[in-house]
T-cell receptor
Framework: GAVVSQHPSWVICKSGTSVKIECRSLDFQATTMFWYRQFPKQSLMLMAT?????????EQGVEKDKFLINHASLTLSTLTVTSAHPEDSSFYIC????????????FGPGTRLTVL | GQNIDQPTEMTATEGAIVQINCTYQTSGFNGLFWYQQHAGEAPTFLSYNVLDGLEEKGRFSSFLSRSKGYSYLLLKELQMKDSASYLC??????????WGAGTKLIIKP
């Protein structure tokens, strides 16, 4: 089946630093990827939709200058949390659209970010 | 390797009860999530089980048996709006989410 990976799986950083999270589709090409954020025992909150070769579409309330998304190739999208603060600590999950009709979402394992 | 199994598709009748099973084999266990996802929308959190037993939340209940590596989501008094995909995901020992492929539930009148 389709596999999506994320790197790193766990990151701890100091307040004010920037953190880049990678999302890769390992065995298929994904023109569309999604970035989610999850707080403990809560729904995945869609942050943005990432389209290869174009600017990401951000959900209302998500700061595009703080959460930089780059979808430079058909297998890689990156999310950079700029000037991270403790309130940015969360579980970040990506997914990629794939399948025969490109209407199935395949989820990555998530990246746990802790900002000190 | 790590594996989550759930049926690909299920069909049920409006007003009835349906049980969606999920079996898992993972390196460690830190909880199991059930999500509902309507086409074109983000998944919605339904339940989180980390201890054995049944947790009831309105029309939805979730059961976990850690010794058997098994969970089920029970939906009662089915409504047409319950037609969706239901995703099972396990948090492993590294706190990584291992996702099932999802079960597409079709509700018929």
């Amino acid at each position: 089946g389709a596999v999506v990976s994320q790197h790193p799986s766990w990151v701890i950083c100091k307040s004010g630093t920037s953190v880049k999270i990678e999302c890769r589709s390992l065995d298929f090409q994904a023109t569309t990827m999604f970035w989610y954020r999850q707080f403990p025992k809560q729904s995945l909150m869609l942050m943005a939709t990432s389209n290869e070769g174009s600017k990401a579409t951000y959900e209302q309330g998500v700061e595009k200058d703080k959460f930089l998304i780059n979808h430079a190739s058909l297998t890689l999208s990156t999310l950079t949390v700029t000037s991270a603060h403790p309130e940015d600590s969360s579980f970040y999950i990506c997914s990629a659209l794939g399948g025969a009709d490109y209407n199935e979402q395949f989820f990555g394992p998530g990246t746990r970010l802790t900002v000190l | 390797g790590q594996n989550i199994d759930q049926p690909t598709e299920m069909t049920a009748t409006e007003g009835a009860i349906v049980q969606i099973n999920c079996t898992y084999q993972t390196s460690g266990f830190n909880g199991l999530f059930w999500y509902q996802q309507h086409a074109g929308e983000a998944p919605t959190f339904l339940s989180y089980n980390v201890l054995d037993g049944l947790e009831e939340k309105g029309r939805f209940s979730s059961f976990l048996s850690r010794s058997k590596g098994y969970s089920y989501l029970l939906l009662k008094e089915l409504q047409m709006k319950d037609s969706a995909s239901y995703l099972c995901a396990v948090l492993d020992s590294n706190y990584q989410l291992i996702w099932g492929a999802g079960t597409k539930l079709i509700i018929k009148p």
